[in-house]
């Protein structure tokens, strides 16, 4: 069989670490807001190449707080995708502002910015670009565009972690950047997990409070807020797993190379990484017709495979009734074709080759 995300094999590599790590954090009797996440909130800044890190129990928290934070809400437009995970418009939506969709670019999957302009109007107040299957978005003409119209940028990076933009890490181009540590990201946990990343220490300690019930200090509330804490058992494991993660992803950046060898006289689309971007594979993603029965062929050969994303969100039930009576022509197009093939840093040779042999034997 060929694991989707290979998480058993991760746990082989590092079994001692984490097993030490765990038992020192148990024995410490100290389970939330202690040194650990503090420790793992500095080394993550200085990852990404920001000032601040904010822990907080999911990605979709770090999303839904940063919203928060940055006074986005009632009456307010926030320029996104459609084609993401649904998190990205859930907090715009929970904070009481109205998501308004920006088609994709064909190549990258990313927000298209030839698109964005004609979407803003006196309301609009961000944009969130997504970082989608760890490939980046055209940050140099976001900016551009946010600077103009004086609009916040909030990356959605959870898909992205150490990805690069011109040589910048994602995660540090805009106002505030989100995070997940689900298990199965490049960086992740063994639970869920998140993290916002800014330079603005305003708005950190912001977010720091209202991941804390909104609390400034012991029974004083400044905010309402939530409970939203990256628990100290998580931020010592991610703590040992970052120190990986320039590895692990430079091992999908060569897998995915290899498949792109192996597929590139094979009637699919495979993935693009622009001259300006360096992908991080969280996903590897190809576009090809019958992608059902293709589906369907590599399953009977014990290939596991994913549709990353098969419904748009405007087309989900839950946002049927804000009436989004639009067309993405890109979105809608590449929802019957995608595929997300196996990919993670302990694929063999012979693994990349049964599943490319796979493919090509279905087509
Ligand atoms: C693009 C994107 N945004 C947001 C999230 C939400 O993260 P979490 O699952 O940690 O809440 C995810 C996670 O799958 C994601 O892929």
Redesign the pocket.
């Known amino acids: 069989m060929i694991e989707f995300a290979g998480l058993q094999r991760q746990y082989n590599e590092i079994e001692e670490q984490i097993e030490q790590t765990v038992s020192r954090v148990l024995k410490s009797g100290w389970f939330i807001l202690g040194q650990e996440l503090e420790k793992f909130e500095r080394e993550f800044a200085g990852y990404i190449g920001a000032k601040f890190a904010v822990g907080v129990n999911?990605?979709?928290d770090a999303?839904l707080l940063a919203v928060q934070a940055l006074g986005i809400g009632d009456g307010d437009e926030v320029l996104t995708v459609s084609h993401?995970?649904i998190?990205?418009v859930d907090c715009i939506v929970r904070n009481g502002a109205r998501p308004v969709f920006v088609d994709i670019d064909p190549d990258t999957y990313c927000i298209d910015p030839l698109q964005i302009e004609k979407k803003i109007t006196k309301k609009t107040r961000a944009i969130i670009p997504?970082h989608l299957y760890g490939n980046p978005a055209d940050m140099s003409s976001i900016i551009e565009i946010a600077k103009k119209y004086n609009l916040y940028v909030i990356e959605?990076a959870?898909?992205a972690h150490g990805a690069k933009y011109k040589g910048q890490r994602v995660g540090s181009i805009g106002d505030v950047s989100c995070f997940?540590f689900?298990p199965a990201k490049n960086l992740g946990a063994y639970g869920?997990g998140?993290m916002v990343v800014t330079d603005n220490n305003e708005l950190s300690e912001k977010i720091r409070k209202l991941r804390n019930y909104g609390q400034s200090q012991k029974n004083v509330y400044d905010f309402i807020g939530i409970n939203s804490r990256l628990d100290e058992i998580h931020a010592a494991v991610l703590s040992v797993k970052l120190k990986y993660l320039d590895k692990w992803n430079e091992c999908r950046r060569k897998n995915a190379g290899r498949y792109n060898e192996l597929l590139s006289e094979l009637p699919v689309v495979t993935p693009v990484e622009k001259k300006s971007a360096e992908h991080v594979y969280h996903l590897y993603v190809i576009r090809c017709g019958k992608r059902d029965n293709l589906r369907q062929y590599l399953l009977q050969h014990n290939i596991h495979t994913q549709i990353h994303y098969p419904v748009p969100v405007h087309k989900q039930k839950a946002y049927r009734d804000l009436g989004f009576d639009i067309r993405l022509a890109v979105t809608e197009g590449i929802c019957d074709e995608i595929l997300s093939l196996p990919m993670h840093p302990w694929l063999s040779e012979a693994d990349i080759k049964t599943v490319a042999d796979a493919v090509k034997s279905a087509m």
């Open positions: 999911s990605g979709s999303l993401t995970f998190s990205t997504v959605d959870s898909q997940s689900y869920d998140g």
